[in-house]
């Protein structure tokens, strides 16, 4: 099986330069795509740069140039519901945008019936037996994330919580959900918390991101050895 990963940042992606024995990279639209094997399966990993664009550009190049067979974000993000700590970790269910009006996906393209991007289910399911052989520092939950181009801080954060009631909010997720969607490749995402209401601000992002990208890079390859 052929696997794409996609991380925002270079700090996300490290933990797999560490642990992925790197192939020479190939170079496409001024990112880096890194080729290895793991498990059984290719693997494609590369760190996109921040944002939806860029995340959806990675995601269509990985689906076109590299062939991939499923697609998995992996990364860090801030944590929205209040029950989560950081360095606690949220594999998706559903993905959406927080700062797109729901009828620009459900009356044009690409006609949703909602305006949720499903995780696969398939994914989901392996994500669940994978977590239950790793030691992990802090909770694993499953559910709701939402996308958007902005860092979240108190200004918005209730907004957003009282229409989404998510777990987590990032920059990139519903972009590649969005990509993969529209494709028809499974997707998941798993990210790890850096940031809360109560430790909130870009220093806690820069203080934490590089733990919780550790934490997420050992539950995403806990997933792909299941699969």
Known sequence: MKIGIICAGDTELEPFLEKLTDESPVDKAMLKFHKSTFAGHEITFLYSGVCKVNAAIATQIL???????AVINSGVAGGMDPKLKIFDTVI?????????????LTEFHPWMKSIFFDADKTLLEKSRTAVKNIKADRNIFWGRMVTGEAFITDDGRKEILDKYSPLSVDMETAGIAHVCYVNRIPFIAIRCITDTADHSGAEYFEMNCKKASQTASEITLALIAEI
């Open 63 to 69: 689906i076109d140039e590299f062939k991939v067979d």
């Open 92 to 104: 998706s269910t559903e993905v959406a945008y927080h700062d797109v009006s729901e009828n620009i």
